[in-house]
């Protein structure tokens, strides 16, 4: 582990992005604020990581009840994501999902998706119990109640999960303004 792994950087070397169950019909029980602000977030996030030859895994809870992907993630997505369903709420319940998860020797997870009190939480202090360093941008989840969405931030954080933000992840990615890509991801900053 480098110093900036050791000091919770995140380095696109050892990133891999999970995006969790940002489904149509669980998508349309957030407040539309939080729904649109999340599906932004992911969707730059995975427009960062294909940019960055960054691997990109998407869980989808349940799909023939809560429904596929919201259309504007799917359309960020790279053509190298994966996307593999699950019943379990957390990611780490599924062993496809930790497969691939550790199947691309990539240490570091940075996590968005819904809900934050449930999934995200639980997938959450999953990986960090299987050894990942993960990074969570709290404006890439919500929950259907805010106050379970701060909750689970503040229950993350106290358990060693980095809670971070869209923008601290992509320019950690960078690192540098001098990066090739960095001109390519500028429109990617709001």
Sequence with gaps: ????QAAGVCDARHSQLLVVDIQERLASAMAEADRARVCRTAAGLARAAATLEIPVTVSEQ???????????????????????????????????????????ARPQV????????????????????????????????CSRDAEHRRNALERMARAGI???????????????SRHPRFRDLLPLVR
Excluded at 1 to 4: P, V
């Design 1 to 4: 582990m480098d110093a900036d």
């Design 62 to 104: 349940y799909p023939q009840g809560i429904g596929p992907t919201e259309a504007a993630v799917k359309a960020a997505l790279p053509d190298t994501a994966r996307l593999l369903e699950k019943t379990a709420f957390s990611c780490c319940g599924e062993e496809p999902i930790m497969e691939r998860l550790q199947g691309l």
């Design 110 to 141: 940075v996590l968005c998706g819904m809900e934050a009190h449930v999934c995200i939480l639980q997938t959450a202090l999953g990986l960090l119990q299987a050894g990942f360093a993960v990074f969570v941008a709290q404006d890439g989840v």
């Design 162 to 176: 980095i809670v971070s933000n869209y923008e601290s992840v992509l320019f950690e990615w960078l690192g540098d």
